[in-house]
């Protein structure tokens, strides 16, 4: 099956399968954020993560598009040029690194990233994993959140020290497991308090992003 027949899957389901369906992989993937925040002592974080995909600007176009192999807003973006669900869901949630894109008051660059509170880093780790664990199922591997990065890593408009911090914890998570990463993140944490930090506070080289990747 080719990339091109994926994004037109949803239409082999019928209202039911797809309505559960989608139920079904939102509170999956919440559940394994709550497990990963838990683990990175974030209760409040774990428990109220992505409630705006209940939301009816987000749950409607999800159900019409699910399919269960690709993301019903890839599917949305694909079919109708803007996923309308992803606009809504990355303006209500500070997990995303695209909620922190900002303009520039720079003539060298149009938009950058701001530096995410640590608290958030930690979120936005739980929630690739999870994300990965819900739609990969059975093929689920300790490295598919880095590997799903790394694909666009060159193209993504992050800060450097928010950068530093997400490779490495995803880096660590592939190298020797979810746990392991968890851990780091919860340490940081503590150091932290989960908000002002620097790449170089933190004994994290800066990352060095090759355009032309």
Aim: hydrophobic content about 35%.
């Amino acid at each position: 099956m080719t990339q091109e027949e994926k994004y037109y899957l949803y239409k082999e389901k019928n209202f039911f399968q797809r309505f559960f369906g989608h139920l079904g992989t939102v509170l999956k993937h919440k559940r394994y954020v709550c497990r990963a925040c838990f683990k990175m002592g974030r209760y409040f974080q774990g428990i109220f993560h992505d409630l705006s995909k209940f939301s009816l600007t987000e749950f409607a176009p999800s159900v019409k598009y699910y399919s269960g192999r690709l993301s019903p807003n890839a599917v949305d973006r694909k079919i109708n040029g803007a996923s309308y669900a992803w606009l809504h869901h990355k303006g209500r949630n500070k997990h995303h690194f695209e909620y922190w894109i900002d303009y520039s008051s720079s003539s060298d660059e149009y938009a950058f990233g701001c530096r995410m509170p640590l608290k958030y880093v930690a979120e936005m780790i739980a929630d690739r994993y999870a994300a990965c664990v819900a739609y990969n199922r059975d093929e689920y591997t300790k490295a598919d959140a880095w590997n799903y990065y790394s694909r666009a890593r060159h193209l993504i408009i992050m800060h450097k020290d928010t950068r530093a911090v997400l490779e490495k914890a995803l880096r660590t998570m592939a190298d020797e497991g979810e746990d392991a990463a968890f851990k780091y993140m919860k340490e940081l944490l503590k150091v932290t308090k989960g908000s002002n930090y620097t790449a170089e506070e933190l004994g994290l080289e800066e990352v060095q992003i090759d355009k032309a990747e």
